[in-house]
């Protein structure tokens, strides 16, 4: 990558943590949450959907948003919405309250995730974006090592509420680093006026667009196993395997390495082998994986070791994926990189919330649920990568 981009990719990575952070950091304090609260497990992970819904929706508002002001207007409100639902949740007297906080959260919290997309494609396209969301992605993935770990330096500290307080804090660093560090990237010339036609006669396209819509829901379906994985291990590590919020902390981190070292290659091996070759074989392993770990759990085979290191595989081929699609997803589109990039992640992060929903029912007190719903989404994402038409795979190899 060009050193030019260093920066950006740099200040963008940094921005693009207030949204992780705010759903690992408290992952460590969710049982005590709940236990203090008086709110059940599936209280607790509707916390956590709640979050991922309302950023799921108002990423629909950035996009075009940001298309027709710029990119830096939609991420200054977006972090002070993120601000308001971070008082919430920290002053929430109830789980319902806490939820209505997270969905506030949720909503300014899309701001600094489909808008860094969005400046993404207006400075670089093919493996030269590839290698920039890479690079993002290498300093977005320390945060799910990080955030837990930090959250339980807080709970050691101090209660749970805190943690609400320091992703304040967080959220006004960003807010400072967007005005000084970040330039804006789309010149008022390329700007778009918002237009109601126009923004449903682009919706429509992009909901007519097959490997658009194949391509974000594979990356959709392969986050969504993450997000069951964030409502449900808190529970499933310190219930089922006794680990202490520090052990689960840990234990997270581990996973995150996977995905976090496997995310650095992606560029590479997309440009040596083909980008939809890269994706076709990493969501295979991917499903082998979550298999392999599912029928262990079946089989009463899931013990502590076993779902670490399964785990950590499995989010290694998902570092492959994720950053790839989500470049090939926007590589047609450019004229509408904010539409795109909002209505891509408005539905991937309700893939990631209808997963978790349909699993909390099911959720046991052991590590098969969890298990066998991420195998699930991996059998999803894994029939998706096989319906791209031969055009596509041809444009992604390019």
């Known amino acids: ?141 320390v945060s799910p090592m990080l955030a837990p770990l930090a959250g339980s330096a807080v709970l050691a500290l101090a209660d749970w509420r805190a943690i609400f307080a320091v992703l304040g804090l967080a959220a006004g660093a960003s807010f400072l680093m967007t005005r000084l560090m970040l330039v804006e990237t789309l010149p008022p010339a390329q700007r778009q006026p918002f237009d109601l036609a126009d923004t449903l006669r682009g919706t429509r396209v992009l909901m007519t667009d097959r490997g658009f819509l194949a391509l974000t829901f594979l990356g959709g379906f392969a986050m969504a196993s993450f997000f069951v994985f964030i409502a449900s291990g808190p529970f499933v590590y310190t219930q089922a395997f006794g680990l202490s919020p520090t052990g689960f902390s840990l234990a997270f981190a581990v996973n995150a390495l996977g995905f976090f070292a496997a995310s650095q290659l992606a560029a590479g091996l997309g440009q040596r082998f083909g980008a939809m070759r890269v994706v076709r074989v990493a969501v295979s392993g991917f499903l082998i994986c979550t298999l392999a770990l599912a029928a262990c759990a079946f089989a009463g085979l899931a013990s502590l070791p076993v779902v670490i290191a399964g785990l950590f595989m499995a989010n290694a081929f998902l570092g492959l994926v994720i950053p790839t699609v989500m470049v090939l997803a926007l590589d047609d589109h450019g004229d509408m990189a904010g539409l795109a990039s909002s209505l891509g992640g408005t539905l991937q992060m309700l893939a990631g919330g209808v997963m978790i929903a349909l699993a909390a029912p099911f959720f046991d007190g052991t590590a098969v649920p969890m298990l066998v719903t991420i195998a699930i989404c991996a059998l999803i994402a894994f029939a998706l990568s096989r319906t791209l038409r031969p055009r596509q795979a041809a444009a992604a190899s390019t």
Do not use: N
């Open 1 to 141: 990558m060009a050193s030019s981009l260093l920066r950006p990719a740099l200040v963008l990575g940094l921005l693009s943590c207030v949204g992780p952070f705010a759903i690992d950091m408290y992952l460590p304090a969710m049982p005590a949450i709940g236990a203090e609260l008086g709110a059940s497990v599936a209280a607790m992970q509707g916390t956590i959907t709640a979050y991922f819904i309302a950023f799921g929706l108002a990423q629909l508002v950035y996009g075009p948003w940001a298309d027709q002001a710029g990119r830096k207007p939609p991420l200054y409100a977006g972090l002070a919405i993120f601000v308001l639902g971070t008082v919430i949740c920290a002053f929430a007297p109830s789980g319902e309250v806490l939820s209505v906080g997270r969905f506030v959260q949720g909503l300014g919290g899309a701001a600094v995730m489909v808008v860094p997309r969005a400046i993404i494609r207006d400075m670089a396209t093919g493996h030269e974006a590839t290698r920039l969301m890479a690079a993002i992605m290498l300093v977005i993935s």
